[in-house]
């Protein structure tokens, strides 16, 4: 089941502007990944926020986290045609096993027009 | 340095058949993972596994999915008697240590087409 729904589904902007979208998750986490994935690069980490951070920044990626509202957001700045993708927020299940298992929003198609 | 590769990239079998997925983690990575994607929707999680050990398969559809990984590199997604629902991108991903907050390395995936 998907916990993280991600909006809007879909995106297009001109190339040279700035791209949000928003992740809504449902139970409590300690970390909140955003990847991207298009089809020749296949499925990317992006970046990770941990529970107690409430925004980060990687090149012209932002992504802040309301841990209170359970909600992400992640800014893209000066898009690129390069930057046309699929973009999904993860939030990890720990399980009894030790490890840290992804679930996965529904994801945000992003399109840059040139 | 090389990432997680999978093999076949594109595979198509007829209803009934068995299909076996490969995947070559990053070296040295403990933990390695499959999710299935269906069209249109985020990866779901079908299995873990902790070097040989498969320590979740909590996400494993049914009976007729089978995951190993017998020496704690390369793992192979087995799915016996395809049906259509199957038809998916399955997906391979590795990390480095077993816990929390660490990034995953995902590989091209598998796209499986049952007809």
């Known amino acids: 089941s998907q916990q993280g729904e991600e909006d809007p589904q879909a995106l297009s902007i001109q190339e040279g502007e700035n791209a949000t979208m928003n992740c809504s998750y449902k139970t409590s986490i300690n970390n909140l990944q955003w990847y991207r994935q298009n089809s020749g690069r296949g499925l990317v980490h992006l970046i990770l926020?941990?529970?107690?951070?409430r925004e980060k920044h990687s090149g012209r990626l932002r992504v802040t986290l309301d841990t209170s509202k359970k909600s992400s957001s992640l800014l893209i700045t000066a898009s690129r045609a390069a930057d046309t993708a699929s973009y999904f927020c993860?939030?990890?299940?720990?399980?009894?096993?030790?490890?840290?298992?992804?679930?996965f929003g529904t994801g945000t198609r992003l399109t840059i027009i040139p | 340095g090389a990432g997680v590769s999978q093999s076949p990239r594109y595979k198509v079998a007829k209803r009934g058949q068995d299909v076996a997925l490969r995947c070559d983690p990053i070296s040295g990575h403990v933990s390695l993972f499959w999710y299935q994607q269906a069209l249109g929707q985020g990866p779901e999680f079908l299995t873990y596994?902790?070097?040989?050990?498969?320590?979740?398969k909590s996400g494993l559809p049914s009976d007729r999915f089978f995951a190993e990984r017998p020496e704690g590199s390369v793992s192979t997604l087995k799915i016996q008697r395809t049906q259509q629902e199957d038809s998916a991108v399955y997906l391979c991903?590795?990390?480095?240590?077993?816990?929390?907050?660490?990034?995953?390395?995902f590989g091209p995936g598998t796209r499986l087409t049952v007809t």
């Open positions: 596994f902790q070097n040989e050990a498969q320590l979740d």
């Open positions: 926020i941990r529970s107690n951070e």
């Open positions: 991903a590795s990390s480095t240590t077993p816990g929390q907050g660490y990034e995953q390395y």
């Open positions: 993860a939030t990890p299940r720990s399980s009894n096993f030790g490890n840290e298992k992804l679930t």
